[in-house]
Nanobody, 124 residues
Framework: VQLQASGGGLVQVGGSLRLSCAAS????????MGWFRQAPGKEREFVAA????????FYSDSVKGRFAISRDNAKLTVYLQMNRLKPDDTAVYYC??????????????????WGRGTQVTVSS
């Protein structure tokens, strides 16, 4: 499956953005999906994940209560709604697909397909 992330941009502190990640085929519906981010000079870190059905979601402590992950299996798309953005949220955001969910949703090594990333910059 190919993943295409979009929706990044420049936003002021406290603002909102919604990222989208579109998948190329119906196999999307069988994958758990995750969002990760990587800031300059830092390692890639987990942001959020969602199960195949969308019933369960998982978040890093740094975004819990501010970000929301969701998916539309009919549109083959996963979303990341980001609210109350902070300068520390500045990073390239990547979506990823896990073919065999059930392990740790927060580990990047468990994901099999990755999108190219979209830049989010939060200015103060």
């Amino acid at each position: 499956v190919q993943l295409q992330a979009s929706g990044g941009g420049l936003v002021q502190v406290g603002g909102s953005l919604r990222l989208s990640c579109a998948a190329s085929d119906l196999s999307f519906r069988t994958y758990a999906m995750g969002w990760f981010r990587q800031a300059p000079g830092k390692e890639r870190e987990f942001v959020a994940a969602i199960t195949r059905s969308g019933v369960r979601t998982f978040y890093s402590d740094s975004v819990k209560g501010r970000f929301a992950i969701s998916r539309d299996n009919a549109k083959l798309t996963v979303y990341l709604q980001m609210n109350r953005l902070k300068p520390d949220d500045t990073a390239v955001y990547y979506c990823a697909a896990d073919r065999y969910p059930g392990g740790s949703y927060s580990s990047s090594s468990g994901y099999d397909y990755w999108g190219r990333g979209t830049q989010v910059t939060v200015s103060s």
